[in-house]
């Protein structure tokens, strides 16, 4: 698709859509360094601190490390988790004299799906698929995909017994 096809692609939404996406983003923008989620590196489970909230974010697939790509999707929004140096960490590099620390945090992306309206949870769910697909393409290993839904939809019990990614989120006015 060119970039003006992901521009028509969404001129089908409403303005819902883009509320709903504000909301959650500025939610998580305000939860950075704050919120974590826990995960499990080569069985040791580890918490990864939320350290950025990313609107539109491109999902490209290259074929080698300098290609520039072709762009695959775009995550709603994408939540990027990452571990913290700890003292055990510290202390692995003192015992081996490391003098130049090495160490990069662990990565783990959450993206979002968002739907201010369940018209279809099958065509939900393979969204998400795709995203999960399209995140893998990427190069993105370590990441899940969420379907972020109102709390008060008609069908979110449905979605999240078909698909247990979901989040829910209360419904608010549009401000004034």
Request: with cysteine; hydrophobic share 40%; glycine share 6%.
């Amino acid at each position: 698709m060119t970039p003006s096809g992901w521009n028509e692609s969404g001129a089908m939404r409403d303005a819902g859509h883009d509320q709903m996406q504000l909301q959650i983003w500025r939610y998580y923008v305000s939860m950075i360094g704050i919120m974590n989620i826990n995960g499990s590196v080569y069985g040791k489970v580890k918490a990864y601190w939320l350290t950025d909230a990313i609107v539109e974010m491109p999902l490209i697939a290259r074929r080698a490390e300098h290609d520039s790509g072709v762009i695959v999707g775009f995550a709603d929004i994408a939540l990027l988790f990452e571990t913290r140096k700890t003292d055990e960490d510290e202390k692995w590099e003192k015992d081996r004299g490391v003098s130049v620390s090495h160490w990069k945090p662990d990565v783990w992306y959450r993206f979002l799906e968002i739907k201010p309206k369940i018209y279809s949870v099958g065509a939900i769910i393979r969204q998400c698929k795709a995203t999960q697909h399209a995140a893998r393409r990427s190069g993105i290993r370590s990441c899940d995909v969420f379907a972020a839904v109102y709390n008060d939809d008609p069908g979110v019990s449905m979605l999240a017994e078909m698909y247990t990614a979901t989040s829910t989120y209360p419904r608010k006015a549009p401000a004034q």
